[in-house]
C-alpha cells in the first residue's frame, strides 16, 4: 500500500468513528509509519485515535506526538 493511500484509509477510519469523528486531524504516511497531528480534548480521545489507527492494515508504526492533548493536573 502506498503512503497515500494508507494515510487516506487511517483517516477514513478516524471520521467514520463515533468517537473521533468530531477530532480534527491531519494524517501523514511514510514508509507504513503514521503520524497524525491534530488537537484531542481529552486522553480518551488519543487513545481511540491510536486504538482505530493501530488497527488499519498497513500500520507499521504510529506516532501520536503531534496529536495535541490537554495536560494533567
Known amino acids: 500500500m502506498d503512503d497515500l493511500a494508507l494515510a ?3 483517516r477514513m477510519e ?3 468513528h463515533e468517537a ?3 477530532l480534527e486531524v491531519e494524517v501523514f504516511a511514510k514508509e507504513r509509519a503514521v503520524r497524525i ?3 484531542a480534548s481529552n486522553m ?3 487513545d ?3 486504538r482505530l ?3 488499519v492494515p498497513g500500520v507499521e508504526k504510529l506516532n501520536l506526538d503531534e496529536l495535541a492533548s490537554p ?3
Open 8 to 10: 487516506s484509509r487511517v
Open 14 to 16: 478516524l471520521a467514520l
Open 20 to 22: 473521533t469523528s468530531h
Open 37 to 39: 497531528v491534530g488537537s
Open 44 to 46: 480518551r480521545d488519543v
Open 48 to 50: 481511540d485515535v491510536r
Open 53 to 55: 489507527a493501530v488497527a
Open 71 to 73: 495536560v494533567r493536573s
